[in-house]
């Protein structure tokens, strides 16, 4: 059985680039060639298509770059599009990132109206000071003023993105974060430590005094508990989610599902016959993605999963999630039995790491989850 099919759109421009952002996102300057932009995305979605094999398209995740730099109708042109060439599900999640500082008043019932119904505010803290280190062009007041602005256009699924670990930060700023982000009532929240990756400005430059591990365990602890007492529940390593709103795009990944890939630098992942599962990346600078996708013998490499790493594969996703894993599930997406891994298991099971409960379920324990990294190493070929 094949396993749930999303489709993710990379729209990669920003007003600029935040010293901590590792995604592919470039600085929109005056020359953004949206136009251009929007007709190879049309060119590559009907090549999309032909990978789809007519499966049904259950969420849709516009994501960047800031989405929200693009007008509701060039998104729902999109859109569109995606109706046109793709079997869009009835009640399908179409997600899409928007920056509070690039929110124009009144946009978000147009977003709304063209079919998003699902919005991602990227927050990332409520202190002035804090956005400014960050590199953030919004201040709190855009926050409060984007988040009134989805509830008042009839976004009823909104997840707002928190950061902690932050440079400076000690437990009490990150706990007055955590207040005024549950003053929202927001449905869903993403709440994520800062790391420094590769090639961003933080990592070649290292701003100081960044919390150091105990701190950055201390904080988590106390906001995650914080979180669960206001009513959400961990249903991932960084999410939380009151009842029902948890996202299922970024579920259909976590669980090894099957995704479309469309725009500079989308990454995809689709499975055929017989569990034989293949990735494929688009091209990542937007000038060379706009060239390969107007050419008419535009090709894609497709690599496949071998066999010995889709265990490892499924359980980098998997363990993320505290619901963890039943048997029957790793093998229906893997196409490889429990016995592959029953060793790994055990002993990671005798360290603490994982506990098997009734009907076959394996998830993290508490220690687990703190050490995942180290759990999901384990399971490599």
């Known amino acids: 059985m094949l396993p749930p099919l999303s489709l993710y ?108 119904t699902r919005l991602s505010l990227g927050a990332q803290s409520f202190d002035a000071d804090m956005l400014k280190v960050l590199g953030r062009i919004h201040g709190p007041d855009d926050i409060y003023l984007a988040f009134d602005e989805a509830v008042a256009a009839g976004f009823d699924s909104i997840n707002v993105d928190l950061m902690f670990a932050l440079p400076g930060q000690d437990l009490s700023a990150a706990v007055s974060d955590v207040r005024s982000l549950l003053a929202l009532k927001t449905p869903h929240v993403s709440y994520y430590q800062l790391t420094l990756e590769p090639n961003t400005v933080f990592y070649q430059r290292p701003p100081p005094n960044i919390p150091d591990d105990d701190l950055a365990w201390e904080i988590q602890q106390e906001c995650h508990e914080r979180l669960e007492r206001a009513g959400y529940a961990k249903y991932e390593i960084s999410a939380f989610a009151r009842p029902h709103h948890q996202c299922r795009h970024n579920l259909n990944y976590w669980s090894f599902g099957d995704y479309l890939a469309a725009g500079a630098g989308a990454h995809g992942k689709i499975t055929g016959t017989g569990a034989a599962a293949h990735r494929y990346t688009k091209p990542a600078n937007p000038l060379v ?93």
């Open 9 to 116: 759109v990379h729209l990669p421009w920003c007003v600029r680039k935040c010293p901590y952002c590792d995604f592919n996102s470039h600085r929109a300057g005056d020359r953004t060639q949206k136009s251009r932009y929007i007709a190879a995305l049309e060119k590559d979605l009907r090549r999309e298509a032909a990978l789809s094999n007519g499966r049904v398209v259950e969420t849709v995740f516009f994501g960047g770059g800031t989405p929200s730099l693009f007008t509701p109708d060039e998104i729902g042109y999109v859109l569109g599009l995606c109706r046109e060439v793709l079997s869009i599900e009835d009640d399908c999640e179409i997600t899409m990132e928007a920056n509070p500082g690039t929110v124009e008043r009144g946009a978000l019932s147009s977003y709304r109206e063209v079919g998003v």
């Open 289 to 381: 993605y706009m060239e390969w996708a107007e050419a008419d013998d535009a090709s894609l490499e497709m690599k496949p999963i071998e066999e010995k790493d889709k265990g490892f594969e499924f359980m980098l996703n998997k363990l993320r999630l505290s619901g963890g894993f039943t048997e029957s599930e790793f093998t229906a997406r893997t196409g490889q039995g429990i016995v592959q891994i029953e060793a790994t298991l055990a002993r990671a099971a005798a360290d603490g790491l994982i506990e098997r409960g009734e009907h076959d379920l394996w998830r993290p324990t508490p220690t687990g989850f703190r050490l995942l990294n180290d759990l999901q190493a384990r399971f490599l070929a």
